[in-house]
């Protein structure tokens, strides 16, 4: 029996290597990375007030579209339109749009009619949006999110500085009682606070198509969406991957410029939402998926070699240390990013969702590799 006590010992000694080992990298990552957010200062802002085409698609948005649609045509800012592609809505969008049209001389109207996207997704709208807008800063958002304030386009338009050529912005979702939303919000704040770290950490990788602007003449130079037009979802994230460097692309997290959206109320839209997000990750710069790919292996691994701490060390005391480390460093980036984002209450619930993602991300990709998307709206 004694025997068995060395090899024991050694399973021990390289499973709390092991465990070390992927602790430091998920520290990397909180420290490294995810601070630039956390502890993010304000850069330069442009003073010049550069005229702007706020592009929107929208099929059968009416209702989204009476809720929000005044509150982006009444921005405080000088000179800017709005442009709404009507794709083939059989509600009353086209009648909304024309009785605003009458009100709101800025409001441009672009009709498209059944049958002429011949490509079952969201780029081809936004396409004849962007190449129908009149100005060269153009700001993106969708029917169902508003403007946190008036003051929204001023400030995002801010941002366009020296080489500037894209400016991420914010779009939360409206907080509701009720356990979904809080999952929902979750992980909304836990995307941004990875993909606008990189972006300040000259890495940009995506955006999100709910508050996002970028130069007309970057997507004419781009070729706009065609290198990946027949991928159904990646309007956002695909098209910022191909042409976000690490001199062109800064961001705005001003409360004042975020948008906010109404969050699904039932979990099967938004696992169909969280699916169709997930399904262009693979189409990604190599050395993106590496980071994230690196980020997403660590966690998992983490949370693993720590179970198994629990039942191999006759000390526990290390791996509890190790475990107590960055969970504090997860805490308090989160914390700060939080407060960064102007959301709240949801910091314990990182104790469980950052676990119930880990479970929950493989499932939304797996059915997204095996599922056929269908229209985008």
């Known amino acids: 029996m004694n025997s068995l006590l060395p090899a024991v010992d050694s399973v021990a000694f390289y499973l709390l290597l092991a465990f070390a080992f992927f602790t430091l990298v998920q520290l990397f990552y909180f420290w490294a990375i995810f601070s630039r957010l956390a502890f993010y200062r304000k850069q330069e802002k442009g003073s010049e007030r550069l005229p702007v085409s706020v592009v929107i698609c929208a099929r059968n948005e009416y209702h989204n579209l009476r809720r929000n649609l005044p509150m982006i045509l009444e921005q405080d800012y000088p000179e800017f339109e709005v442009v709404v592609v009507n794709d083939s809505s059989d509600d009353d969008t086209a009648y909304y749009l024309k009785s605003l049209s009458a009100v709101y001389k800025h409001l441009s109207i672009v009709h498209i009619h059944q049958n002429l996207n011949f490509f079952s997704g969201k780029k081809f709208p936004l396409s004849i949006g962007i190449k129908s807008a009149k100005y060269d800063l153009v700001l993106l958002t969708d029917a169902d999110c508003r403007p946190a304030s008036s003051l929204w386009l001023r400030l995002m338009q801010s941002g366009f500085v020296n080489k500037t050529d894209i400016v991420l912005g914010y779009g939360r979702y409206e907080p509701k009682p009720g356990f979904l939303n809080k999952l929902v919000r979750f992980d909304t704040v836990w995307v941004a606070m990875q993909y606008l770290s990189y972006a300040l950490a000259r890495s940009a990788y995506m955006g999100?198509?709910?508050?996002?602007?970028?130069?007309?003449?970057?997507?004419?130079?781009?070729?706009?969406?065609?290198?990946?037009?027949?991928?159904?979802?990646?309007?956002?994230?695909?098209?910022?991957?191909?042409?976000?460097?690490?001199?062109?692309?800064?961001?705005?997290?001003?409360?004042?410029?975020?948008?906010?959206?109404?969050?699904?109320?039932?979990?099967?839209?938004?696992?169909?939402?969280?699916?169709?997000?997930?399904?262009?990750?693979?189409?990604?710069?190599?050395?993106?998926?590496?980071?994230?790919?690196?980020?997403?292996?660590?966690?998992?691994?983490?949370?693993?070699?720590?179970?198994?701490?629990?039942?191999?060390?006759?000390?526990?005391?290390?791996?509890?240390?190790?475990?107590?480390?960055?969970?504090?460093?997860?805490?308090?980036?989160?914390?700060?990013?939080?407060?960064?984002?102007?959301?709240?209450?949801?910091?314990?619930?990182?104790?469980?969702?950052?676990?119930?993602?880990?479970?929950?991300?493989?499932?939304?990709?797996?059915?997204?590799?095996?599922?056929?998307?269908?229209?985008?709206?």
């Open 208 to 377: 999100v198509g709910r508050n996002l602007s970028y130069r007309k003449s970057l997507f004419y130079q781009a070729n706009g969406f065609i290198y990946h037009y027949k991928i159904k979802s990646g309007d956002d994230d695909l098209f910022i991957n191909k042409v976000a460097t690490p001199e062109n692309t800064r961001i705005e997290i001003s409360q004042e410029a975020h948008t906010i959206s109404e969050p699904k109320t039932d979990f099967t839209s938004w696992f169909r939402q969280k699916r169709r997000h997930l399904s262009t990750g693979k189409h990604y710069k190599m050395k993106h998926k590496l980071m994230l790919g690196g980020f997403i292996t660590s966690q998992i691994l983490f949370f693993a070699f720590f179970i198994l701490s629990l039942f191999y060390f006759e000390n526990i005391y290390a791996a509890l240390t190790l475990y107590s480390l960055r969970m504090i460093s997860a805490l308090l980036i989160f914390k700060k990013v939080m407060n960064k984002l102007s959301e709240k209450n949801l910091l314990l619930y990182l104790l469980m969702f950052e676990v119930v993602f880990i479970f929950l991300n493989p499932v939304f990709a797996l059915s997204a590799a095996i599922t056929k998307q269908q229209r985008w709206r």
